[in-house]
């Protein structure tokens, strides 16, 4: 009889054991889960970011201005082909880094004020750039390069 007891307590010990022991499904589906919060958060961010360029009615923007003491100012707002942004802020006179939408909240109201279309001449674009982001115009080389919302193309560079 103590062995038929022994038996059954085994049997019950492995039963709750195993039941009890960890559940990678778990694990699993919570990576799951916020891989596509992250996902979603991304493809949610660049929805936004395009529809706030179409309203400012750019589809790119990007400038570059070097300064003496080799310090430069770059604003990068870029459309990949998965149509995703990919926005940059290297304000090496301020060192302000930022990527992201945290560049794109920087750069926002900026380009709010901004002023420029494709028939801007390339004095106005100069002035009005340094004036909007706050630069000086001793500047060694200037750059700017935009893409408005209807596809025309707007490049200028001085030095």
């Known amino acids: 009889m103590r062995k038929y007891l ?12 195993s039941a009890c022991g960890p559940n990678n499904n778990d694990e699993t589906n919570k990576n799951n ?3 596509k919060d992250n996902e979603t958060a991304k493809s949610d961010e660049s929805l936004d970011i395009g529809e706030k360029m179409a309203e400012l009615g750019f589809a790119e923007f990007e400038v570059e201005i070097d300064y003496a003491d080799d310090k430069e100012y770059k604003a990068d707002i ?3 082909a998965n149509g995703d942004y990919k926005v940059e802020v290297e304000d090496e006179l301020t060192n302000t880094f930022l990527k992201g939408q945290d560049a794109f909240d920087h750069l926002y109201p900026i380009l709010q004020k901004l002023e420029i279309n494709p ?7 100069i002035s009005t750039v340094l004036d909007v982001f706050g630069l000086e115009e001793n500047y060694v080389e200037f750059e700017v390069d935009i893409v408005f919302s209807d596809g025309t193309k707007l490049e200028y560079e001085d030095e």
Do not use: I, Y
């Open 78 to 80: 870029e459309k990949r």
């Open 6 to 17: 022994l038996s059954v307590l085994m049997v019950l010990l492995m039963v709750t054991f």
């Open 119 to 125: 028939d801007s001449t390339k004095e106005e674009v």
């Open 33 to 35: 889960e916020a891989n």
